[in-house]
């Protein structure tokens, strides 16, 4: 098991960036597949993006395709997701998630199996 924390949220403007950075302790993340969800207000979690244990497979929810990036530094335990060109609707808690008996990416919430609590992001019109 692995500890997560999210940070790097905040309040910005439609058309701004963010970078959220997920920062795992208590064991090494290199071989986990990694992933994002966001809970929008009064939604449930839905799936963001996810990329493997090497870094180079990743797969991006159809609404943030072409404007969130997700990278990792296995060396350094973290993972990240570069959000350009957001939009009021990107509003949302972020989570982090590891799921650890995977290496490629999965994107189904039941395959994560720790969680960070979550950071949170608004972005105004």
């Known amino acids: 098991q692995v500890q997560l924390k999210e940070s790097g949220g905040g309040v910005v403007k439609a058309g701004d960036s963010l970078r959220l950075s997920c920062v795992a302790s208590?064991?090494?993340?290199?071989?986990?597949?990694m992933g994002w969800f966001r809970r929008a207000p009064g939604k449930e979690r839905t799936f963001v993006s996810a990329?493997?244990?090497?870094?180079?497979?990743?797969y991006y929810a159809d609404s943030v395709k072409g404007r969130f990036t997700v990278s990792r530094d296995n060396d350094n335990n973290i993972m990240y997701l570069d959000m350009n060109n957001l939009k009021p609707e990107d509003t949302a808690v972020y989570y982090c998630?590891?799921?650890?008996?995977?290496?490629?990416?999965?994107?189904?919430?039941?395959?994560?199996?720790?969680w960070g609590p979550g950071v949170q992001a608004y972005v105004s019109s």
């Open positions: 990329i493997g244990a090497n870094g180079e497979n990743k």
């Open positions: 998630a590891a799921a650890r008996f995977y290496t490629d990416y999965t994107v189904y919430e039941r395959d994560f199996d720790d």
């Open positions: 208590g064991g090494s993340i290199s071989s986990y597949s």
